[in-house]
């Protein structure tokens, strides 16, 4: 099923074809966090182009997909995309301005722990402090995203572009990394591949410790 949010109107159209899973569109004026809220799990959230100020809390396992290369815009304050549930996509997003706390690890995208299994590709992370902090999140996938920091910031008081901590076989793949405190922090986190990263202007490429049987290459 399609549904359709926009700022005055809700709309029901066809049933997806994929085992009853339902699309939802989000267009300008309307709220996406509505719209998670609606959807059931397995449910894909296309968000159209344009601009979108708010922070997102994802529960559930489902799929959330820019067209057009929307703005998500957090206010500067706290996390832009929180997820603590297994089995989420993020793609096609343009994700800004989280908060600036160092101790509650502001993120444009926070993946808590038992978000397993998580994907977030094709996206672009901007003034955000942390890009993407995963904590306890097994089997993710993190590919082709374009991150920079808050370039504004000196070093320290910056975050870093990918923090993966205590979190078994990510796929770190393709991703553009810049303008952070360290490009790819790693602690306690094994059986991962980081592959064709190309990072640059941080204190360290990768800050790297306690991490075992991890695959680096082309990077």
């Known amino acids: 099923m399609t549904r359709v949010l926009r700022g005055w109107a809700f709309a029901c159209c066809a049933f997806s074809a994929a ?30 182009a344009g601009r979108y100020t708010e922070r997102l809390r994802i529960a559930k396992p489902l799929t959330l997909r820019g067209e057009g290369r929307p703005q998500l815009r957090g206010g500067l304050t706290g996390d832009t995309i929180r997820v603590t549930a297994s089995d989420v996509t993020i793609e096609g ?6 908060g600036d706390s160092l101790k509650a690890q502001n993120a444009g995208i926070y993946l ?3 978000a397993h299994r998580a994907t977030v590709r094709d996206c672009e992370l901007h003034y955000n402090l942390f890009g993407l902090w995963i904590e ?11 991150i920079t920091g808050k370039r504004d910031y ?18 770190v793949i393709g991703n553009r990394i810049s303008f952070v405190r360290d490009a790819i922090y ?9 592959r064709a990263n190309r990072l640059h202007h941080s204190r ?16």
């Open 19 to 48: 085992a009853g899973a339902a699309d939802w569109r989000v267009q300008p004026g309307a709220s996406i966090q509505q719209a998670i809220e609606g959807a059931e799990a397995g449910d894909v959230i296309v968000v159209t």
């Open 93 to 98: 997003l343009l994700v800004m301005d989280s």
């Open 112 to 114: 808590q722990p038992g």
């Open 136 to 146: 306890k999140a097994d089997d993710v996938r993190i590919e082709r995203n374009l």
């Open 154 to 171: 000196r070093s320290a008081q910056r975050g870093n572009g990918i923090q993966l901590y205590n979190s078994q076989r990510a796929r």
């Open 186 to 194: 790693v602690d306690v986190s094994h059986d991962a591949e980081f």
């Open 204 to 219: 360290y490429g990768t800050h790297y410790m306690n991490s075992y049987r991890n695959l680096w290459q082309g990077n």
